[in-house]
T-cell receptor, first 114, second 113 residues
Framework: AQSVTQLGSHVSVSEGALVLLRCNYS??????LFWYVQYPNQGLQLLLK??????LVKGINGFEAEFKKSETSFHLTKPSAHMSDAAEYFC????????????FGAGTRLTVKP | NAGVTQTPKFQVLKTGQSMTLQCAQD?????MSWYRQDPGMGLRLIHY???????DQGEVPNGYNVSRSTTEDFPLRLLSAAPSQTSVYFC????????????FGQGTRLTVV
């Protein structure tokens, strides 16, 4: 069964600094990988998802993630943090055809300091 | 463009009470699901459905029932609420296909006292 580990439950950066949120997965087959963002008091919305077409995936709001099979990682980055990026971020992995096997990481709360 | 709508947004129950959390989607998605979100644990799947009349259990189904009589609606029933069911509940929907995005409702914050 697949699983996801997000390193760091809280990450704090200064406005304009690099954002790096870490995600490692385990899966017995090539996985489907996602990053979701949750703003306060809202549901989750998709930031980006991995397709086999490219290892570097660009998402909304300037975020991107790189799939590294050798490291079983799918870390999320943004070159320059903005105050509006403060939210909780979830990495998710799925092996299958439906989303019933999707597994979420515990989440990383990003704080952006002025 | 409503997407996934959950009601209520907040609810306080006494131990032993029952209630139904409502979820409706207007995107004609075959797949619908319920998650609970607890601090430090991410989202855990409670029940899911791949179409009207078809439901199945997820990771943490105990204490919850679901039914799917229409494509649009997927209510979650708490039969006899317990303090351990204090959580934030999310409904999600998607198409039944590979590598597909799930759309989430805004959540229901439930407290059982």
């Amino acid at each position: 069964a697949q699983s996801v580990t997000q390193l760091g439950s809280h990450v704090s950066v200064s406005e304009g600094a690099l954002v790096l949120l870490r995600c490692n997965y385990s899966s017995s087959v090539p996985p489907y990988l996602f990053w979701y963002v949750q703003y306060p008091n809202q549901g989750l919305q998709l930031l980006l998802k991995y397709t086999s077409a490219a290892t570097l995936v660009k998402g909304i709001n300037g975020f991107e993630a790189e799939f590294k099979k050798s490291e079983t990682s799918f870390h999320l980055t943004k070159p320059s943090a903005h105050m509006s990026d403060a939210a909780e971020y979830f990495c998710a992995v799925s092996d299958g055809y439906n989303n019933n096997d999707m597994r979420f990481g515990a989440g990383t709360r990003l704080t952006v300091k002025p | 463009n409503a997407g996934v709508t959950q009601t209520p947004k907040f609810q306080v129950l006494k131990t032993g009470q029952s209630m139904t959390l409502q979820c409706a989607q207007d995107m004609n998605h075959e797949y619908m699901s319920w998650y609970r979100q607890d601090p430090g644990m991410g989202l855990r799947l409670i029940h899911y459905s791949v179409g009207a009349g078809i439901t199945d259990q997820g990771e943490v189904p105990n204490g919850y029932n679901v039914s799917r009589s229409t494509t649009e609606d997927f209510p979650l029933r708490l039969l006899s609420a317990a303090p351990s069911q204090t959580s934030v509940y999310f409904c999600a929907s998607s198409y039944v296909r590979e590598n597909t995005e799930a759309f989430f409702g805004q959540g229901t914050r439930l407290t059982v006292v």
